[in-house]
Nanobody
Framework: VQLQASGGGLVQPGGSLRLSCAAS????????IGWFRQAPGKEREAVSY???????AYVGSVRGRFTIPRDGAKNTVYLQMNRLKPEDTAVYYC????????WGQGTLVTVSS
């Protein structure tokens, strides 16, 4: 299993960013997949996940601002982040559970003016 995350960067408050996670090594359409994040000095937290049927869930702090589409043709899951806030600053990790937790390498998102 490999999860390759990309798309992080520096963005101003109120801006948008889209993260991508390219997955390989398993049947993508058969598993839920999601995103975690870890802010400086804090524990890693679940941000969002999407099921095989397209249902999704979000942590309360991002609900209404973030969406998590998945593209089975590209074996890729995205995290579309809108109306970003400084408290969204973190390293974002793509996540999959397949008998155990798998993590991508992380991509840094910095929200600052």
């Amino acid at each position: 299993v490999q999860l390759q995350a990309s798309g992080g960067g520096l963005v101003q408050p109120g801006g948008s960013l889209r993260l991508s996670c390219a997955a390989s090594g398993f049947i993508f359409d058969d598993y839920a997949i999601g995103w975690f994040r870890q802010a400086p000095g804090k524990e890693r937290e679940a941000v969002s996940y999407i099921s095989t049927g397209g249902g999704s869930a979000y942590v309360g702090s991002v609900r209404g601002r973030f969406t998590i589409p998945r593209d089975g043709a590209k074996n890729t899951v995205y995290l579309q982040m809108n109306r970003l806030k400084p408290e969204d600053t973190a390293v974002y990790y793509c996540w999959l559970y397949l008998y155990r937790n798998y993590w991508g390498q992380g991509t840094l998102v910095t929200v600052s003016s």
